[in-house]
C-alpha cells in the first residue's frame, strides 16, 4: 500500500507539473583526462559482470567502445580523489542509460540514432578541464561523427538554411584544456538544433557560463552536469495532448527538441563525494528519502556528523525559444524525476533527492542567478562567439 501510494503521488506530480512545463514554453554544458578511471580492460570483463551488490543493477553487464579498446564499466563505491572524470562520476552515481555510449576526452555521451540528438551528455568542469590554450580558432569546426553509419547519422547538410544553430551540449569553452577535447565539442552526435537568438547566443549560453563559474568562483571544486534535448508534448484545444516539433533535413530526420534540461552535481571539495559511498548502511531517519536500491549512503552511516558542507543537486528545464534576459533561472528548476519520466533516463539516481545534512538543493546552496549578457560599448549587445547557420 506505501508504494502503491509513493507512486499515486508521483504521477500527480507528473500531472501537476506539466501545465508549469508549458507554461514555461509558452512564456519566453568531463575533463576526461583518465578515460580508464572506473573502467576496467574487457579481460575482466567475466570477473565484473558477476560482481555481487545492489549497484550491479545500475550497470550494463558488457557494454563496450570502438575507439582505444573495449572496456567494460563497474560499479564505484568512491570517486577519485586525485583527478576524478565524468565516466567515473556515472560509475559513482549512476549511469542515465547505455545506448550508443560515446567516451571523448572531455566528456561522455550516448546518441539516438532516431532523432539524430544526444540522448544525454555528461561532462565535468573543474578548473583543471576549464583552462588552457585549446581555442575554437584552431578547430576545424563542425563535423559528422564518423561512429554512426552515414545513414544513421546527423550531417551539416540538415542544419543548412534551417533556421536553427548547431547548439552545444556540451559547450567548446568547457573543454579547454585539451585541443583535441575542444574540437570533439563539434562532432554534430555533441549537437542539438537549438533556436540562435535570445537562445543558444543568449540564455543557453549565459547557464553555460553560469556552470562554469560554481567552479571558478571558488564555490565548488567538480562540478558534473548531465544535459539533453526533451520532446514535450503540447496541449490541444480538446484537451488532449499532442507531440509537434519540427523536424531538419531532406530527409526530415534531426528532430527539433522542445526543450533541454541540465542536471548538475555539485561538489565543493574533491573529496566530499567520500561523505557518500557505496555498501550497506542502517536505514535512514525518518523523512529522508534515498534514492532506491543501490543508493550512495553516508560512509559511516546516517546518525554521524554532518559534513563542512553538502553535496548539491540540481535540475532546469528550459524551452527552446528565445527567454528574455530577466527571467529568474529558478523559474526553470523542476524535480529531477519529473525531467526522468519524460526523458526516459536515470539521472544521477544513486543520489539521494531528498535535502539533507548530505545534499542540499544547488538554487539553495548557491545563487542561481546566471551572469549578464554580453555587452558592448554604451549597452549594446554584443552576440557570443558562435557560429550562426540559416
Known amino acids: 500500500k506505501r508504494k502503491r501510494k509513493q507512486e499515486t503521488l508521483s504521477e500527480e506530480l507528473v500531472v501537476k507539473m506539466l501545465p508549469q512545463l508549458m507554461q514555461i514554453a509558452t512564456a519566453c554544458s568531463s575533463g576526461l583526462l583518465g578515460v580508464g578511471v572506473g573502467c576496467y580492460l574487457a579481460s575482466r570483463q567475466a570477473e565484473n559482470a558477476s560482481a555481487p551488490g545492489p549497484a550491479s543493477a545500475l550497470i550494463p553487464s558488457s557494454p563496450t567502445h570502438r575507439a582505444g579498446g573495449d572496456m567494460i564499466l563497474t560499479g564505484a563505491p568512491t570517486l577519485p580523489a586525485e583527478m576524478p572524470s565524468a565516466a567515473a562520476a556515472l560509475q559513482w552515481a549512476g549511469w542515465p542509460g547505455f545506448e550508443n555510449i560515446r567516451y571523448r576526452d572531455g566528456y561522455v555521451a550516448s546518441y539516438n540514432r532516431q532523432t539524430r540528438n544526444p540522448n544525454w551528455v555528461c561532462q565535468h568542469l573543474c578548473k583543471e578541464t576549464l583552462n588552457g590554450d585549446a ?12 561512429a554512426d553509419p552515414p545513414h544513421m547519422r546527423s550531417t551539416l547538410a540538415d542544419y543548412k538554411n534551417s533556421g536553427f544553430d548547431r547548439g552545444h551540449l556540451v559547450a567548446a569553452a568547457d573543454a579547454k584544456f585539451s585541443q583535441s577535447a575542444m574540437d570533439e565539442t563539434f562532432l554534430l552526435s555533441n549537437i542539438s538544433p537549438q533556436v540562435g537568438e535570445g537562445f543558444n547566443r543568449g540564455y543557453w549560453e549565459r547557464m553555460e557560463r553560469w556552470c562554469r563559474n560554481l567552479v571558478f568562483g571558488g564555490s565548488y571544486s567538480d562540478v558534473f552536469v548531465i544535459t539533453g534535448p526533451l520532446f514535450l508534448p503540447q496541449a490541444g484545444k480538446d484537451g488532449s495532448y499532442y507531440m509537434h516539433h519540427r523536424v531538419l533535413g531532406q530527409p526530415p530526420m534531426v528532430h527539433v527538441p522542445t526543450h533541454f534540461f541540465k542536471v548538475v552535481l555539485a561538489l565543493p571539495t574533491r573529496s566530499a563525494q567520500a561523505t557518500l559511498t557505496a555498501g550497506p548502511a542502517p536505514p535512514p531517519p525518518k523523512g529522508v528519502a534515498t534514492a532506491g536500491e543501490g543508493a550512495l549512503v553516508p560512509a559511516g552511516g546516517w546518525g554521524k556528523a554532518s559534513p563542512e558542507r553538502p553535496i548539491a543537486l540540481g535540475c532546469f ?13 529558478r523559474k526553470f528548476e523542476v524535480p529531477i524525476d519529473l525531467v526522468e519520466r519524460y526523458s526516459g533516463l536515470a539521472l544521477w539516481p544513486r543520489v539521494p533527492r531528498k535535502a539533507s545534512k548530505h545534499v542540499a538543493p544547488l538554487c539553495s546552496a548557491t545563487k542561481c542567478q546566471l551572469p549578464a549578457p554580453f555587452r558592448q560599448g554604451k549597452g549594446k549587445k554584443e552576440e557570443p562567439r558562435i557560429k550562426v547557420i540559416g
Not at 136 to 143: D, E, Q, T
Not at 317 to 329: A, K, S
Open 317 to 329: 528545464v528550459v524551452p527552446n525559444q528565445p527567454i528574455p534576459d530577466d527571467t529568474d533561472l
Open 135 to 146: 581555442s575554437r580558432k584552431k578547430s576545424a569546426g563542425f563535423a559528422e561523427d564518423p
